[in-house]
């Protein structure tokens, strides 16, 4: 039971069950007549895609908490003149604030502290902060797209939004979407794995759900790789077993369980028929995966000295490349901690500290290994910040509140066009004057990218046909190469 | 025959709808007629309304199966709901015969009304729109046909040199079976979508309900050739987003034909309708076995795109292949474009065998250990774009034998140890796309100069004077000491700095004791 399209083929629904009519019911009792099951059906993803794709991964970079774009990527110099003073109206346009800020008597501009170098890309040029040297040095490897926006402005809806393509809860997850439409190169590792990392700033809530399989089948949700001794819990076994008796006691339980599929058509038994099979592979591939020995010290020197500290963003990021090479099809590397209502300027040196090097390294490490054109490294947070300072404003210190209306995300390699700054916002960065990108639109062309229509990747579930993209997202062809 | 189980119900059942559909039309007019001719036959007539019902709802059910099977022009929505109005009404007239008597004929003048545009709503869909008319319009058309179009008809072949390039129409063979292939199943002889027909040269010309689809004097400008080249996402692109597009030759043949230019049909076989060469199918034999055996021997197979034409080939963990594994390899061999092989060892005799795959064109050997470094095995692999090397151990002779692959566009050279190999010999020049390492970081061009805030909060005069107020000195005149920013006098239009206050007493107090300290 491990051939991937015979397990597709076991699915049942109540749907196709009456869709063969009365005719071949009869015929329903047999094994031979599964054939049928996986009838002339539009609606069904294929373990293929739709044409042939550029990129054969995606490595997420999620910095959970929203970092400021305004002291990263989205430079203003023109700001340093209007230092505390107030944000004119006729750009905040009467916009809905947060709880946090809503009750502000003013809201005084807080310019970057952060100075900024324009590093050579492929056009004039890309300006970074100082917070971020390594990954300005990767300037012209990368697509950045400083106007970005979000439906959601608070972080559980906009995290949900970024990661499932919908604000609410109960869809399934970009990553999951990948499992089941393009399935796996490598059935001995999930074809989703999550990473996560501890910032060093205000840290919100990250709940599993943010790479759950919502309606999908469960072998399709993220699983989640952990820092330490046991990476996946729950896979080793107990002292004292054998290999071969975990095989023999397998083989039993997955002919008791086969049995059961047959006469009952659960598509869930056969998701825990897969899902117990991937374990007992994954007690072979996941120590393997995780030992960081056979990296030569060149590699470890390039992603920066955390990398040797399991659960570091530099220690995932490196993970991350390895994941990469052995075929997992999507990679979700979280970094907590960017969430900088107050002491925005300590929080995010910290913050930018532990990530610029490893990310910059990440890039670079793909694409000496010819993997980086095969890969989308994609980075960003849920929302951007807001120009105007929550709580005081000094020269030395302020905090930023949410803001969805514009912010930036890059993504390198996968056929994206490598060098480029895209869109533009106005002279107080926060609204979008210039080629607007949503998440829809994102999440369509990191799709087109992966060799799926974005229209055309469909699940159906409870009388209607649902996609990542929802009703929108166009592909952003100016993205791409 | 397809088993039972794998015939689509609805499509089957749907067909019959063209067959049904006459017996209500039937039962209407008889009943229409009855009254008409006023002839008493009241247990007659509900009877055959009992059956005008039942037939009318076996129309409509067939009717809804095709809608939902396969799709259909436009017309179709109004047939649609004329057609489930028409059913409504034929319930009703039974009703209206048992209670309503008065209501009754009304109800089925009414039916008969209604019978018309539905069944001309109907016949445009099988027949095309312009069914009907057609009689009275085709003498119009043709006139209306471009003089220069129609002296390339065929029937003017007479009147071309002999040695003349042939006519549009006479080459039109040579696009027929692209346009027969792809655009024929909506716009052919019988379906005819738009009002265009393309299975023969006369339909093409004719064009459609928008005008004609050919320009003879801008071939360029033929909407035939402008849909085509619209972007996919362009609802008027065609065909369809969602169905076959043309491939690149079969672009190239029509853009031949349309312009005039030289060209020969296609082979047979590049102008693959899915009937005639069925994509490599992965569920049939005897892929479907190869495919099995691999996958049994942990080999991941996955279809490069959706037609299952092209397949990559994954090894993870797996042993060196038996022979059953290696001719399952063959069975699949046409489709084979990538191959993943990634760290283990790779003997020679088997890198040959997936050199010599016909079609493979991306190979990745990264963290494989050779057996002959120097890649000889690698010569028959005639077809590779791109191979990867990362981090293997690759000797002497193998730049060469990589330089020598004719399609080859990149290698991944990178920690795979050739500089060491080649170490001493002289180098073969590498095409600059080749991937030999890590590649530097890009410049910083300029860097802003450091942040300084301009604000109404701050004393003007900390922002305008600070430079002219730093010290000329670094060292405190006093004790030799680095000065404290904070300690400072003007002596001789001069800032001096100090190390404490203590100093900075001291110098006020007699200058010129410390003149000497003081740079000049």
């Not at chain 1, 959601?152 to 604000?167: D, L, S, V, Y």
């Not at chain 2, 709802?57 to 179709?76: K, Q, R």
């Not at chain 2, 928008?210 to 619209?230: C, T």
């Not at chain 2, 059953?324 to 890198?351: H, K």
Request: aromatic share 8%; glycine share 8%; hydrophobic share 40%.
């Amino acid at each position: 039971m491990t051939d991937p399209l015979s397990e597709r083929r076991l699915w049942l629904t109540r749907r196709r069950f009456l869709g063969l009519g009365a005719a071949s019911l009869g015929a329903c009792m047999g094994k031979a007549a599964f054939a049928g099951l996986r009838a002339p059906d539009a609606d069904d993803a294929l373990l293929a895609p739709h044409f042939a794709p550029q990129a054969k991964r995606i490595i997420s970079l999620h910095m959970e908490g929203a970092p400021s774009q305004l002291d990263l990527f989205d430079y203003k110099p023109g700001l340093r003149q209007r230092f505390d003073q107030d944000l004119p109206d006729s750009i905040r346009q009467g916009q809905r604030l947060t709880g946090m800020t809503s009750g502000q008597a003013r809201f005084p501009v807080a310019p970057s502290l952060f100075r900024f170098t324009r590093y050579a890309n492929r056009q004039d040029g890309a300006w970074v902060s100082e917070l971020m040297p390594y990954t300005g040095g990767i300037a012209d490897r990368l697509t950045l797209v400083r106007s970005m926006h979000t439906d959601a402005i608070n972080h559980e809806p906009a995290i949900t939004f970024f990661q499932t393509g919908h604000p609410q809860p109960g869809r399934p997850s970009f990553g999951s979407w990948m499992s089941y439409g393009l399935g796996s190169l490598n059935r001995n590792l999930p074809s989703f794995v999550v990473l996560i990392s501890q910032g060093f700033g205000n840290t919100q809530a990250l709940s599993e759900r943010f790479w759950g399989s919502g309606f999908l089948d469960g072998q399709h949700a993220g699983c989640k790789i952990r820092a330490g001794a046991d990476p996946v819990l729950f896979l080793k076994d107990p002292a004292g077993m054998q290999r071969q008796d975990r095989r023999a006691m397998l083989d039993l339980v997955q002919a008791l369980n086969e049995q059961e599929q047959r006469e009952h058509f659960d598509p869930n038994i056969a998701t825990r028929m897969t899902q117990a099979e991937m374990a007992y592979r994954m007690q072979m591939s996941v120590p393997e995966l995780v030992d960081l020995s056979q990296e030569d010290e060149a590699t470890l020197e390039m992603y920066g000295p955390d990398v040797r500290k399991p659960g570091t963003f530099a220690a995932n990021c490196l993970l991350a490349r390895r994941l990469a090479e052995r075929g997992v099809r999507y990679i979700q590397l979280f970094m907590r901690g960017w969430d900088a209502h107050a002491n925005l300027p300590k929080e995010i040196r910290d913050q930018s500290r532990a990530v610029d090097q490893p990310q910059a390294a990440l890039v670079r490490d793909l694409e000496r290994l010819g993997l980086l054109d095969e890969t989308l490294v994609v980075w960003g947070g849920e929302f951007g910040r807001t120009v105007y300072s929550q709580g005081t404003l000094t020269h030395e210190n302020y905090g930023r509140d949410h803001h969805p209306r514009a912010f930036t995300v890059w993504v390198a390699g996968g056929g994206f066009q490598p060098g480029i700054v895209y869109g533009e916002t106005d002279d107080f960065g926060y609204n979008i004057v210039d080629r607007p990108v949503s998440v829809h639109d994102l999440h369509a062309t990191l799709l087109h990218q992966m060799g799926i229509d974005h229209e055309r990747l469909i699940f159906r579930h409870q009388g209607r046909k649902y996609r990542l993209t929802d009703v929108s997202g166009h592909v952003m062809k100016d993205l791409l190469a | 025959m397809p088993p039972l189980a794998a015939v689509n119900w609805m499509d089957a059942i749907g067909r019959w709808h063209p067959l049904l559909l006459h017996m209500p039309i039937g039962l209407l007019v008889a009943l229409a007629w009855l009254r008409v001719m006023r002839i008493e036959a009241r247990r007659a007539e509900r009877s055959l309304l009992w059956l005008l019902v039942l037939s009318t709802w076996g129309a409509g059910v067939t009717g809804w199966l095709l809608h939902e099977s396969s799709a259909y022009p436009d017309p179709v929505h109004l047939h649609e709901y004329l057609g489930i109005a028409l059913l409504g009404l034929s319930m009703g007239l039974l009703w209206m015969h048992r209670f309503r008597q008065p209501w009754y004929a009304k109800g089925l003048a009414l039916a008969m009304v209604l019978l018309v545009p539905t069944a001309h709503f109907g016949a445009s869909l099988t027949h095309g729109p312009e069914f009907l008319w057609e009689p009275w319009q085709a003498q119009e058309k043709i006139d209306e046909v471009p003089e220069s179009v129609v002296s390339q008809d065929p029937a003017d072949e007479g009147f071309a040199p002999e040695n003349a390039t042939p006519s549009p129409a006479q080459r039109f063979a040579h696009v027929a079976p692209i346009l027969e292939a792809r655009c024929a199943r909506c716009h052919g002889e019988r379906k005819r979508k738009g009002g265009l027909a393309l299975h023969s040269f006369e339909a093409l010309q004719r064009g459609g309900d928008s005008g004609p689809v050919l320009d003879a004097l801008d071939p360029a400008q033929s909407e035939l050739w402008l849909r085509l080249q619209l972007p996919l996402e362009d609802e008027d692109h065609m065909p369809p987003k969602n169905k076959r597009q043309l491939s690149a030759a079969e672009q190239e043949q029509l853009r031949a034909w349309l312009f005039g230019e030289p060209s020969t049909p296609l082979a047979p076989s590049s102008v693959a309708t899915p009937s005639q060469a069925p994509p490599l199918d992965l569920e049939s034999e005897p892929y479907s076995s190869a495919r099995g055996v691999l996958e049994r021997a942990g080999v991941v197979v996955v279809p490069a795109a959706e037609e299952h034409h092209q397949l990559m080939l994954a090894w993870d963990g797996a042993e060196p292949l038996d022979a059953d594994q290696q001719a399952a390899v063959q069975t699949l061999a046409p489709a084979v474009v990538e191959v993943r092989f990634v760290g283990r060892p790779v003997p020679s005799p088997w890198l040959e065998t997936l050199a010599s795959l016909p079609a493979l064109q991306r190979l990745d050997l990264s963290r494989c250990e050779l057996e002959h470094t120097d890649l000889r095995a690698l010569q028959p692999a005639a077809s590779l774009l791109e191979v990867r090397l990362a981090r293997t151990s690759i000797g002497r002779g193998a730049l060469e034998r990589l330089l020598d692959l004719p399609q080859l566009d990149r290698a991944v050279l990178t920690g795979s140890g050739w500089r060491e190999a080649y170490a001493g010999t002289s180098l073969p020049e590498l095409p600059p796309q080749w991937i030999v390492g890590v590649r530097e970081p890009t410049t910083a061009l300029e860097q802003e100069p450091p942040v300084v805030f301009e604000s109404d909060r701050e004393p003007e005069t900390t922002a305008q004077d600070s430079p002219n107020l730093s010290a000329v000195n670094t060292l405190c005149p006093v004790t030799g000491r680095p000065i404290d920013g904070d300690y400072r006098m003007v002596f001789e239009e001069q800032v001096i700095g100090f190390c404490c206050a203590q100093c900075l007493g001291r110098f006020a107090k007699d200058p010129e004791a410390y003149r000497s300290a003081l740079p000049d």
